[in-house]
C-alpha cells in the first residue's frame, strides 16, 4: 500500500513573531501540510540538500523564504535552490520587508515564484497560498520504491 508523502512546507524566517503570522495564515487558508520551520539559512540549507528526509532526497517541498537572515541573504539561498540541483523546481514564496523594485525583480529573475512583502496583507497571502495549494495538490509525488 502506497502512502501519500505530505508535502513539506519550509520557512525559512528568523522572526518567531513573524514565523507564527505566517504559519496561523497558512492555516486559516485551508493548508494543513507539515511546516518545518528554520531561523537561519545555514541550518536551513542543510536540511534542504542534505538531511535524509530533505527535499533534495526526498522529494517536493515547498519553500517560504524571508532575505534578511541572520547568517546569509535569502537571495543567496534562493539562488541555491533555483541553481542547477535537485531543487531547481521546488516552488519558492519569498516574505519579505522589503519592498525595494531592483531587489523584487531580482528575485523573480533567481526564479521565486511569488514575491509577498511584510507586514503581510492576509488577503494576498492567503491568495498566493491558495495558489501555491493548487500547485501543491498537482505536484506529482515519486512514489516510495518497495523495499
Known sequence: MMAQIPLNIIMIEDDEGHARLIEKNIRRA???NPIRHFTDGTSALTYLFEDADGPALNGPALVLLDLNLPDMSGTDILAKIKGDGPLKRTPVVVLTTTDDKVEIQRCYDLG????????VNYESFADAIRQLGLFL???????????
Open 137 to 147: 495538490s498537482v505536484i506529482q509525488v515519486p512514489e516510495a520504491k518497495p523495499d
Open 30 to 32: 485551508g493548508i494543513f
Open 112 to 119: 521565486c515564484n511569488v514575491y509577498i512583502t511584510k507586514p
